[in-house]
């Protein structure tokens, strides 16, 4: 059974930093994506950033340069540093996972959301 949980929401200020971790386990294939998603309300869900088994990392046009994807194999820690935040970052970050797949199609395995709010 595949789990993931996130951690590391909370407030912030604009232009400050915070880092979301998401704890896995249950991981069993060889080859797998895992990545970052958000929604913030009445706003349909959308990719942050995903890191691929080995390494290779995605982020769409929009994110990028302000996150960070990033993974500690030891301790099956799934990480997303995000910078200069901004008051459109408030959203529900989702930690996902997807096993034999790629990183650009459907994820199997959701966390439960930690909460991000930036104020102006």
């Known amino acids: 059974q595949v789990q993931l949980v996130e951690s590391g929401g909370g407030s912030v200020q604009a232009g400050g930093s915070m880092r979301l971790s998401c704890a896995a386990s249950?991981?069993?294939?060889?080859?797998?994506?895992m990545a970052w998603f958000r929604q913030a309300p009445g706003n349909e869900r959308e990719r942050v950033a995903s890191i691929y088994s080995t390494g290779w990392k995605s982020y769409p046009d929009s994110m990028k340069g302000r996150f960070t994807i990033s993974r500690d194999n030891a301790k099956n820690t799934l990480y997303l540093q995000m910078n200069s935040l901004t008051p459109g970052d408030t959203a529900m970050y989702y930690c996902?996972?997807?096993?034999?797949?790629?990183?650009?199609?459907?994820?199997?395995?959701w966390g439960q959301g930690t909460q991000v709010t930036v104020s102006s």
């Open positions: 996902a996972a997807v096993e034999g797949g790629y990183c650009d199609g459907e994820y199997s395995y």
């Open positions: 249950g991981l069993r294939h060889s080859y797998y994506c």
